[in-house]
Protein backbone atom coordinates (compact mmCIF):
# COMPACT_ATOMS: atom_id res chain seq x y z
CA UNK A 1 0.00 0.00 0.00
CA UNK A 2 3.05 2.25 0.94
CA UNK A 3 4.46 2.17 -2.60
CA UNK A 4 1.13 2.51 -3.95
CA UNK A 5 0.60 5.75 -2.09
CA UNK A 6 4.35 7.29 -3.26
CA UNK A 7 3.37 5.91 -6.67
CA UNK A 8 0.61 8.27 -6.87
CA UNK A 9 1.65 11.50 -4.93
CA UNK A 10 4.54 11.43 -6.88
CA UNK A 11 2.50 10.93 -10.01
CA UNK A 12 0.38 13.86 -8.88
CA UNK A 13 3.20 16.20 -7.55
CA UNK A 14 4.94 15.60 -10.55
CA UNK A 15 2.46 16.95 -12.99
CA UNK A 16 0.88 20.27 -13.93
CA UNK A 17 -2.61 18.89 -13.14
CA UNK A 18 -2.14 19.02 -9.09
CA UNK A 19 -0.80 22.57 -9.03
CA UNK A 20 -3.59 23.55 -11.25
CA UNK A 21 -5.89 22.13 -9.22
CA UNK A 22 -4.39 23.49 -5.87
CA UNK A 23 -4.87 27.25 -7.45
CA UNK A 24 -8.04 26.65 -8.82
CA UNK A 25 -9.36 25.73 -5.75
CA UNK A 26 -7.13 29.00 -3.68
CA UNK A 27 -7.83 31.39 -6.11
CA UNK A 28 -11.47 30.83 -5.85
CA UNK A 29 -12.04 30.89 -2.37
CA UNK A 30 -9.72 34.34 -2.24
CA UNK A 31 -11.76 35.40 -4.88
CA UNK A 32 -15.05 34.69 -3.42
CA UNK A 33 -14.97 35.38 0.27
CA UNK A 34 -12.41 38.05 0.17
CA UNK A 35 -12.96 39.90 -3.40
CA UNK A 36 -15.93 39.21 -5.60
CA UNK A 37 -19.30 41.57 -4.36
CA UNK A 38 -22.49 39.89 -3.42
CA UNK A 39 -23.87 37.39 -4.36
CA UNK A 40 -21.01 35.81 -3.61
CA UNK A 41 -20.00 35.21 -0.21
CA UNK A 42 -17.94 37.75 0.97
CA UNK A 43 -16.79 38.19 4.27
CA UNK A 44 -16.19 41.62 4.39
CA UNK A 45 -19.87 42.81 3.08
CA UNK A 46 -21.82 39.47 5.13
CA UNK A 47 -20.63 41.95 8.66
CA UNK A 48 -19.52 39.08 10.45
CA UNK A 49 -15.64 37.86 11.18
CA UNK A 50 -16.33 33.89 10.95
CA UNK A 51 -15.68 31.07 8.26
CA UNK A 52 -18.79 29.66 8.44
CA UNK A 53 -18.80 31.26 4.22
CA UNK A 54 -15.51 29.34 3.83
CA UNK A 55 -16.79 25.81 4.69
CA UNK A 56 -20.35 26.22 2.73
CA UNK A 57 -18.80 27.18 -0.58
CA UNK A 58 -16.00 24.99 -0.01
CA UNK A 59 -18.84 22.09 -0.41
CA UNK A 60 -19.67 23.06 -3.44
CA UNK A 61 -16.16 23.62 -4.96
CA UNK A 62 -15.10 20.38 -3.80
CA UNK A 63 -17.81 18.67 -5.43
CA UNK A 64 -16.74 19.86 -8.55
CA UNK A 65 -12.51 18.81 -8.02
CA UNK A 66 -12.52 16.06 -6.11
CA UNK A 67 -13.99 14.24 -9.27
CA UNK A 68 -11.32 15.55 -11.29
CA UNK A 69 -9.06 14.34 -9.41
CA UNK A 70 -10.21 10.70 -8.63
CA UNK A 71 -11.43 10.17 -12.44
CA UNK A 72 -7.72 8.65 -13.54
CA UNK A 73 -7.14 6.94 -10.60
CA UNK A 74 -8.25 3.66 -11.08
CA UNK A 75 -9.88 4.24 -15.30
CA UNK A 76 -6.26 5.45 -16.63
CA UNK A 77 -5.11 2.06 -14.84
CA UNK A 78 -7.36 -0.02 -16.14
CA UNK A 79 -6.96 1.95 -20.02
CA UNK A 80 -3.20 1.04 -19.62
CA UNK A 81 -3.88 -2.68 -18.58
CA UNK A 82 -1.79 -1.73 -15.22
CA UNK A 83 -4.59 -2.57 -12.84
CA UNK A 84 -4.25 -6.11 -14.41
CA UNK A 85 -0.66 -6.16 -13.49
CA UNK A 86 -0.98 -4.59 -9.86
CA UNK A 87 -3.90 -7.36 -9.53
CA UNK A 88 -0.81 -10.60 -10.47
CA UNK A 89 1.52 -9.19 -7.67
CA UNK A 90 0.71 -10.13 -4.17
CA UNK A 91 -1.32 -6.99 -3.30
CA UNK A 92 -5.01 -6.90 -1.52
CA UNK A 93 -7.41 -5.22 -3.46
CA UNK A 94 -8.41 -3.72 -0.54
CA UNK A 95 -4.60 -2.09 -0.49
CA UNK A 96 -5.01 -0.37 -3.26
CA UNK A 97 -8.61 1.44 -3.09
CA UNK A 98 -7.01 2.63 0.57
CA UNK A 99 -3.63 3.65 -1.09
CA UNK A 100 -5.31 5.56 -3.95
CA UNK A 101 -7.71 6.83 -1.49
CA UNK A 102 -5.29 8.48 0.74
CA UNK A 103 -3.11 9.80 -2.37
CA UNK A 104 -5.91 11.76 -3.05
CA UNK A 105 -7.15 13.10 0.60
CA UNK A 106 -3.64 13.97 1.39
CA UNK A 107 -3.62 16.49 -2.33
CA UNK A 108 -7.11 17.87 -0.73
CA UNK A 109 -5.39 18.04 2.59
CA UNK A 110 -2.46 20.01 0.84
CA UNK A 111 -4.52 22.26 -0.72
CA UNK A 112 -6.63 23.67 2.52
CA UNK A 113 -4.01 23.72 4.35
CA UNK A 114 -3.15 27.26 2.83
CA UNK A 115 -6.56 28.51 4.04
CA UNK A 116 -5.26 28.44 7.32
CA UNK A 117 -4.20 32.20 6.48
CA UNK A 118 -7.83 32.71 6.55
CA UNK A 119 -7.77 31.81 10.73
CA UNK A 120 -5.47 34.54 10.96
CA UNK A 121 -7.81 37.28 9.19
CA UNK A 122 -10.48 36.60 10.84
CA UNK A 123 -8.95 36.90 14.47
CA UNK A 124 -7.18 40.43 13.26
CA UNK A 125 -10.65 41.45 11.85
CA UNK A 126 -12.54 40.69 15.24
CA UNK A 127 -9.94 41.79 17.54
CA UNK A 128 -9.27 38.02 18.19
CA UNK A 129 -12.96 37.18 19.22
CA UNK A 130 -12.71 34.18 17.38
CA UNK A 131 -14.81 31.10 18.25
CA UNK A 132 -11.52 28.27 17.39
CA UNK A 133 -13.99 25.42 18.27
CA UNK A 134 -16.67 26.46 15.53
CA UNK A 135 -13.50 26.33 12.72
CA UNK A 136 -12.14 23.10 14.03
CA UNK A 137 -15.48 22.10 13.98
CA UNK A 138 -15.71 22.91 10.36
CA UNK A 139 -12.66 21.86 9.14
CA UNK A 140 -13.29 18.21 10.11
CA UNK A 141 -16.66 17.90 8.71
CA UNK A 142 -15.05 19.60 5.64
CA UNK A 143 -12.34 16.62 6.06
CA UNK A 144 -15.21 14.01 6.47
CA UNK A 145 -17.03 15.50 3.43
CA UNK A 146 -14.01 15.02 1.07
CA UNK A 147 -13.68 11.52 2.70
CA UNK A 148 -17.11 10.78 1.35
CA UNK A 149 -16.83 12.54 -2.35
CA UNK A 150 -13.34 11.06 -2.67
CA UNK A 151 -15.07 7.20 -1.92
CA UNK A 152 -17.57 8.06 -4.72
CA UNK A 153 -15.11 8.86 -6.98
CA UNK A 154 -13.29 5.83 -6.60
CA UNK A 155 -15.83 4.08 -7.27
CA UNK A 156 -16.91 5.99 -10.19
CA UNK A 157 -13.33 5.45 -11.54
CA UNK A 158 -13.57 2.09 -11.36
CA UNK A 159 -16.68 1.30 -13.30
CA UNK A 160 -14.86 2.52 -16.69
CA UNK A 161 -11.54 2.86 -18.35
CA UNK A 162 -12.34 6.01 -19.76
CA UNK A 163 -11.73 9.33 -16.92
CA UNK A 164 -14.47 11.36 -18.56
CA UNK A 165 -16.92 9.10 -17.72
CA UNK A 166 -15.90 8.92 -14.42
CA UNK A 167 -15.80 12.29 -13.88
CA UNK A 168 -19.23 12.72 -15.47
CA UNK A 169 -20.76 10.09 -13.22
CA UNK A 170 -19.18 11.21 -10.06
CA UNK A 171 -20.48 14.64 -10.69
CA UNK A 172 -23.67 13.34 -11.24
CA UNK A 173 -24.04 11.41 -7.92
CA UNK A 174 -22.46 13.84 -6.09
CA UNK A 175 -25.17 16.70 -7.57
CA UNK A 176 -28.02 13.90 -7.36
CA UNK A 177 -27.49 13.43 -3.39
CA UNK A 178 -26.92 16.98 -2.49
CA UNK A 179 -27.73 19.88 -4.77
CA UNK A 180 -30.81 17.57 -6.25
CA UNK A 181 -32.24 16.25 -2.93
CA UNK A 182 -31.68 19.89 -1.52
CA UNK A 183 -33.93 21.07 -5.05
CA UNK A 184 -36.64 18.20 -4.30
CA UNK A 185 -36.73 19.19 -0.05
CA UNK A 186 -37.79 22.43 -1.54
CA UNK A 187 -40.44 21.64 -3.47
CA UNK A 188 -42.06 19.32 -1.12
CA UNK A 189 -42.13 22.07 1.34
CA UNK A 190 -43.60 24.88 -1.42
CA UNK A 191 -46.27 22.08 -2.11
CA UNK A 192 -47.09 21.80 1.20
CA UNK A 193 -46.99 25.33 2.38
CA UNK A 194 -49.24 25.92 -1.20
CA UNK A 195 -51.71 22.97 0.56
CA UNK A 196 -51.98 24.71 3.60
CA UNK A 197 -52.08 28.39 2.54
CA UNK A 198 -55.43 29.77 3.91
CA UNK A 199 -55.92 26.61 6.79
CA UNK A 200 -52.87 26.29 9.28
CA UNK A 201 -54.86 23.27 10.65
CA UNK A 202 -54.26 20.54 8.07
CA UNK A 203 -51.33 18.60 8.09
CA UNK A 204 -49.78 16.20 5.42
CA UNK A 205 -47.95 13.86 7.19
CA UNK A 206 -46.97 11.83 4.04
CA UNK A 207 -45.08 15.16 2.84
CA UNK A 208 -43.04 15.90 6.36
CA UNK A 209 -41.97 12.52 6.63
CA UNK A 210 -40.63 12.09 2.59
CA UNK A 211 -38.98 15.93 3.55
CA UNK A 212 -37.47 14.02 7.24
CA UNK A 213 -36.14 10.78 5.09
CA UNK A 214 -34.57 13.43 1.96
CA UNK A 215 -33.07 16.13 4.85
CA UNK A 216 -31.50 12.10 6.61
CA UNK A 217 -29.86 10.84 3.26
CA UNK A 218 -28.66 14.58 2.07
CA UNK A 219 -25.18 15.68 1.91
CA UNK A 220 -25.75 19.03 2.11
CA UNK A 221 -28.60 18.69 5.31
CA UNK A 222 -26.08 16.55 7.02
CA UNK A 223 -23.13 18.67 6.29
CA UNK A 224 -24.97 22.30 7.56
CA UNK A 225 -24.15 21.07 11.15
CA UNK A 226 -20.42 21.13 10.62
CA UNK A 227 -20.25 24.67 9.36
CA UNK A 228 -21.73 26.50 12.34
CA UNK A 229 -19.63 24.60 14.57
CA UNK A 230 -22.70 21.86 15.55
CA UNK A 231 -20.18 18.50 16.25
CA UNK A 232 -23.13 15.36 15.76
CA UNK A 233 -22.03 12.03 16.17
CA UNK A 234 -24.98 10.98 13.64
CA UNK A 235 -23.60 12.94 10.44
CA UNK A 236 -19.91 12.00 11.16
CA UNK A 237 -21.29 8.32 10.80
CA UNK A 238 -23.15 9.18 7.84
CA UNK A 239 -20.54 10.36 6.06
CA UNK A 240 -18.30 7.74 7.23
CA UNK A 241 -20.64 5.13 6.76
CA UNK A 242 -21.64 6.01 3.25
CA UNK A 243 -17.76 6.60 2.35
CA UNK A 244 -16.70 2.83 3.98
CA UNK A 245 -19.30 1.53 1.27
CA UNK A 246 -18.56 2.71 -1.80
CA UNK A 247 -14.85 2.09 -0.67
CA UNK A 248 -15.90 -1.49 -0.30
CA UNK A 249 -17.80 -1.81 -3.36
CA UNK A 250 -14.71 -0.36 -5.35
CA UNK A 251 -12.75 -3.50 -4.24
CA UNK A 252 -14.92 -5.52 -4.97
CA UNK A 253 -14.97 -3.97 -8.70
CA UNK A 254 -11.33 -4.85 -9.19
CA UNK A 255 -11.02 -8.36 -7.74
CA UNK A 256 -13.74 -8.82 -10.55
CA UNK A 257 -10.68 -7.66 -12.64
CA UNK A 258 -8.55 -11.08 -11.42
Not at 17 to 35: D, Q
Not at 47 to 69: Q, R
Request: with cysteine.
Amino acid sequence: MNSIIKKELKKIFNSLEGYILAIVFLLTNGLALWVLPYPAPNIFEGGFASLDEFFKLNSLILLFLTPVITMGMIAEERKTNTLELLLTKPINPLSIIIGKFISCFILIITMIIPTIIYIICIYKLSNGRVDTGAILCGYFGLLVLCFTYISIGLFCSSLTKKQLIAFIVALCILMTISIGLDFLIQIISNIENTLIEGDYQKSYPILDFTQIILKKISLTENYKPFTIGILDFKNVFYFISIGLMFLLISTQNIKQRR
